[in-house]
């Protein structure tokens, strides 16, 4: 079993949807949990991070830990074509080394 | 504010060539700095991180190498490369923080 596990899509949702991208771990130890955005041939730029349970908003992005199911989620709401990108959650413990899911493939079309 | 550049963009290289990849960044000082690669459809695999000159910590043993003569220089290198070294290159940033920046990358070809 993979420590991070994120399903690798493509997730295909109409304009003004709402999105909902989840990766679940297995390490108890990971306290942080980032969200990375990453368009076709460029390098992730980092959305988002929460430090261990609870949610956090920013914008139109809302991201959601459960510690207990070792679960975690990014929402978007009105979902536009400009979201259209890969999405990577990370998580790290105390060293900060984070560990990377696969990515989700999101396309919002018109 | 901080920059952080990577060359080149694009590269092409035989089989049994050497590699260069250069990293710098601009606007901070004493930053931790890290490689990593990204395969087609998979995720980021952390392969170098350093948290000051001349200190390189390896994840994964391969037949690459990385230094950091400077405190903002991080460079990737490879005597001889492999078909199973092409990928995306990123090189990253941070300060003290799970917040990582990362570069534009480099797409390695190896032929």
């Known amino acids: 079993q993979k420590e991070v596990e994120q399903d690798p899509g493509p997730l295909s949702v109409p304009e003004g949807a709402i999105v909902s991208l989840n990766c679940t771990y297995s390490?108890?130890?990971?306290?942080?949990f980032m969200w990375y955005r990453q368009y076709s041939r460029k390098g992730p730029e980092l959305l988002m991070y929460t430090y261990s349970s609870g949610n956090k908003e920013d914008g139109r992005f809302t991201a959601q830990v459960d510690k207990s199911s070792k679960y975690i989620s990014l929402f978007i709401r009105d979902s536009q074509p400009s979201d259209s990108a890969t999405y990577l959650c990370?998580?790290?413990?105390?060293?900060?080394?984070?560990?990377f899911g696969r990515g989700t493939s999101l396309i919002v079309h018109p | 504010s901080q920059t952080i550049h990577q060359w080149p963009a694009t590269l092409v290289q035989p089989v049994g060539s050497p590699l260069s990849l250069e990293c710098t960044v601009e606007?901070?000082?004493?930053?931790?700095l890290y490689w990593y690669r990204q395969a087609a459809g998979r995720g980021l695999q952390l392969l170098f991180y350093s948290v000051g000159i001349g200190q390189i910590s390896s994840e994964v043993p391969q037949n690459l190498s990385a230094s950091r003569p400077q405190d903002r220089q991080f460079i990737l290198s490879s005597k001889k490369l492999l078909l199973s070294d092409s990928g995306f290159y990123l090189c990253a940033w941070s300060v003290d923080s799970v917040e990582q920046y990362f570069g534009p990358g480099t797409r390695l070809t190896v032929t």
């Open positions: 990370a998580m790290s413990g105390g060293s900060y080394i984070p560990t």
């Open positions: 606007g901070t000082s004493n930053p931790n």
């Open positions: 390490n108890s130890a990971f306290q942080y």
